[in-house]
């Protein structure tokens, strides 16, 4: 009797620190548990989000392109899209190149020369593309027709210029389009680049508008949804397996 009053509430006491151990680490489980799955979730709304905007964009640029105007000869800054026909004459020295192009499976670059018209309003014209080869140190090689030339194409204002890692112009070379590598002919140019599709000079015509359709930025898009709705029912299914197996070792 003598030993059993001697039992105080103290002595349970690394019992309990042991549960309420036990109890944290649980608890910091499911807040890591938790955070994993609605990160992957938030993730996959956001990318999803993205995507149905993409789809929106290009389904706009269809509809532009479809009731884009003919202008011929312009001497205001035409609506992007357009189709444009000009008359002038190719600057062929200050011809560049717009590098690391892909058409069907061939490396080369597309064609950038400014034309000039007699209203002494320069153009950029993206003729098209040439193969080059894998050694850079060998220059592309293209002719340009002297003289009054006639060319049509697809006028674009909205240049896209890509997410560039150190130079945009190395030599004659161009990583994005900038108009500010031909800054020297004057500032009587509108911002833009015409795609050439037919007419003097015109080469292998390999842009588009749309590289790809509203269509499979829609898809992409139900997908990242199925994705957000499959982290939401592993996040739960694993929850409901940990709070078991808690309930079973308490």
């Known amino acids: 009797m003598k030993d059993s009053k001697c039992l105080s ?21 499911w807040i890591v548990w938790w955070s994993f799955w609605t990160t992957l979730m938030l993730l996959g709304l956001a990318l999803a989000q993205w995507q149905w905007a993409r789809a929106a964009e290009k389904t706009q640029i269809e ?31 200050e011809t560049l190149w717009l590098d690391n192009r892909i ?16 209203q002494n309003q320069w153009w950029l014209v993206q003729r098209g593309f040439i193969p ?31 997410l560039v890692l150190g130079v945009n112009r190395e030599g004659a070379r161009l990583q994005s389009i900038d108009l500010m590598a031909w800054q020297h002919l004057g500032d009587r140019v509108f911002e833009g680049v015409i795609h050439q599709t037919e007419g003097d000079g015109v080469l292998q015509p390999w842009w588009t508008p749309n590289q790809m359709p509203p269509e499979r930025h829609q898809a992409y898009a139900v997908q990242w949804l199925m994705l957000s709705g499959l982290c ?15 309930r079973r070792e308490s």
């Open 63 to 93: 509809q532009a392109l479809l009731s884009a105007p003919v202008i011929v000869q312009p001497q205001t800054a035409p609506p992007s899209w357009s189709k444009v026909s000009l008359t002038g004459e190719f600057l062929a020295a």
């Open 103 to 118: 058409y069907q499976g061939q490396l080369g670059v597309a064609v950038l020369t400014p034309l000039m018209t007699d």
């Open 9 to 29: 509430p103290m002595a349970l006491s690394p019992v309990s620190r042991t549960n309420k151990t036990g109890w944290v680490k649980l608890h910091f489980k």
């Open 132 to 162: 080059t080869s894998v050694d850079r140190r060998i220059d592309p090689v293209v002719e340009t027709p002297s003289g009054k030339v006639t060319l049509a194409g697809r006028w674009q204002t909205d240049l896209g210029r890509q």
């Open 232 to 246: 939401v029912f592993v996040a739960v299914l694993g929850f409901r397996v940990m709070s078991k197996e808690a």
